[in-house]
């Protein structure tokens, strides 16, 4: 394409614009009318019940729900999908961000609207989502690994990522008891199961623990307590706070370590409270105290009130290839995907003529 261009209109940064601007305006242009034939699926696409729904393309809202989670990176809450990402700022320029991390890990979860509860399977969904969390660090002059909290510092090391210029970090997450709207295929289970993740090792989806060619020295004991002497923890150093973290996260690559800015040891986490439980919600009695009554996240719910391996599961179809989790309902996910695809379409329409009226103009200058 070039080449013939050069034959009619001079080569230089107008007409590489002209193109780029051509390229780019097609491309908002035909994704706008994607997104409006979305939008027209949707609408003609009524919300069913779970009790009532057929095999195909349909749309649920409920509450989320299962026996199992998993904890966000950064928050810690407790989740069934996380969406964590990580900016750092371009050198020379602060206007820019450039993405150093994405990660993204979920189990199965069920949705709940009263009359049954279905079984989701996110893999491949559009995700739009509550953001949870929105940081950024090393805003002020003197920028230093200090000023990164442990649990970023272990994220970012476990994409071995030493932070050097300013932050930004993002995560968004579907937890217990949210209100979803989910639109996707229902199809029989092709083995989708409910079970918890094995823990992470030194990357999101490393399940199998590392072997070890020779044997590690004596741990180093670092005493976590949160009893009657919580100034403990405040006196540690911050290595020895990562060091910590990276040691409760299962990572044992030394690599990792000397991305977190921390010498390789082997540390062993003391502490008084046990670990959570895998299961998402605990057996409780009333007279505990609990905010819910005992209840936590609203209600009781068990391993046994849940079909771990249901015959049918909503998710990425082959044939209706449309699958979407969203916390907004049904209007409002329709409404901007409406707003969304004019915008595309109109806007993507406008840089592409200009870029052509730039090609046209150049033209006509180069006959002269």
């Known amino acids: 394409m070039t080449a013939c261009l050069s034959l009619f209109i001079p080569i230089n940064q107008l007409t590489v614009l002209s193109c780029v601007a051509i390229a780019g305006g097609l491309y908002f242009f035909f994704t706008g009318f994607r997104l409006l034939a979305r939008k027209r699926l949707l609408l003609s696409t009524p919300t069913s019940k779970i009790r009532s729904a057929a095999l195909g393309l349909v749309e649920v809202n409920g509450v989320v729900t299962g026996p199992y989670t998993i904890p966000a990176p950064i928050t810690g809450a407790p989740c069934f999908l996380y969406h964590t990402t990580a900016w750092q700022q371009r050198e020379n320029k602060k206007s820019e961000w450039e993405k150093i991390a994405d990660e993204t890990l979920h189990l199965p979860f069920f949705i709940d609207d009263s009359t ?42 476990r994409h071995g990522i030493v932070p050097a210029r300013r932050l930004r970090i993002e995560e968004w997450s579907i937890k217990p008891e949210d209100a979803m709207f989910i639109a996707g295929s229902l199809t029989e289970n092709p083995g989708v199961q409910v079970r918890p993740l094995a823990p992470l090792g030194d990357s999101p989806r490393d399940l199998a623990p590392p072997t070890l060619a020779e044997p590690l020295p004596a741990p180093q004991v670092i005493k976590l307590s949160s009893g009657a002497a919580p100034s403990s923890a405040q006196e540690m150093s911050q290595q020895a706070k990562i060091a910590a973290a990276l040691t409760r996260a299962g990572i044992t690559k030394p690599e990792a370590w000397s991305a977190a800015g921390v010498p390789y040891q082997t540390v062993a986490v003391e502490e008084n409270v046990p670990p959570a439980p895998v299961s998402a919600y605990a057996k409780a009695r ?83």
């Not at 660090?137 to 970012?156: E, H, I, M, T």
């Not at 936590?296 to 049918?312: C, E, H, M, R």
């Open 116 to 157: 049954g509860q279905l079984l989701i399977e996110p893999l491949g969904a559009d995700l739009d989502l509550r953001r949870d969390f929105r940081e950024e660090y090393g805003a002020s002059f003197f920028f230093s690994q200090d000023d990164v909290p442990p649990r970023v510092s272990v994220f970012l090391s």
């Open 286 to 368: 009333p007279d505990e105290g609990h905010p819910n009554g005992g209840r936590p996240n609203g209600g009781q719910a068990k391993l046994s009130n849940f079909n771990l391996t249901p015959p049918v599961v909503l998710m990425k179809g082959a044939n209706h290839p449309t699958f979407v989790i969203s916390f907004r309902s049904q209007k409002e996910f329709v409404s901007t995907l409406a707003w969304k695809s004019a915008a595309m379409i109109w806007g993507g329409a406008a840089i592409a003529l200009l870029g052509l009226y730039t090609l046209w103009a150049q033209l006509e200058m180069s006959r002269w």
